[in-house]
């Protein structure tokens, strides 16, 4: 089927969340690097991270926009039957990811996800993520905060991003071994228990009204390294990986 891209579409869906952060950063690091710069640090990371959510389920949104323009039968399964709704929460992510896997396959029936492509988004990942927050004002103001998520991906492999068909694998499907650093919990679970949560606490401004939130208890709780913008902004990173990968493999099957 033929279509024209919208050039603006394809250029904001392959367009890194990388250059959302790295905006962010650079206007901080505009600064004198003063004491003054504490208090901005925490208002840009949650304002960041609020930007960065917003521009990926709109991205999600442009995908499946993208690939219902070229699939008159995927139009209706998405648009009608069974609708995508903020793609926000994990079923919604993970339903476009597995969208666009459909729609490579049905041009190259032969495409699977192998390890290389598994190991080329881990590397990219790691890399991009490494070089962002390792410099600049945000790195030195939080840097205990920094180091604690170093040590909470240490032991984050090519399994843990995708298993076929399950977009950030469960918990089952991760060894406990693996697992200790970030208290049993894989990507998945992360995302559903702290990134999705946090995203709705920002999203309707819920602590200007909840006080109580942490409570001292989660506070002084190990699990509460996992509270971290960081491992918050980086998993998000991974998702925008993911999808711009395969995208893009999309759109050479065209």
Known sequence: MQYVQSNNHILFILKPATEIVKEAIWSLNATNNGIETYPISSYLLHSLFLKLTGAQEQKLKCICWELACRDYEYRFERFERNRYRECSGYDDKNMVYNDILNAIKKHDNSFLITDDIKNNILHVWKTSTR????????????????????ELITDVDKEWIMNNTQLLTSEKNISPAARINTFNLALQGLFKKYVFVERNRCAHNTRSYQHNLPSIKEMVSPEHKLQNYFLFMSIIILLDEIYRKLFETYLGTQ
């Open 131 to 150: 070089e962002l927050f390792e410099n600049g004002v945000l790195f030195h103001n939080f840097k205990r905060k920094y180091d604690e998520y170093k």
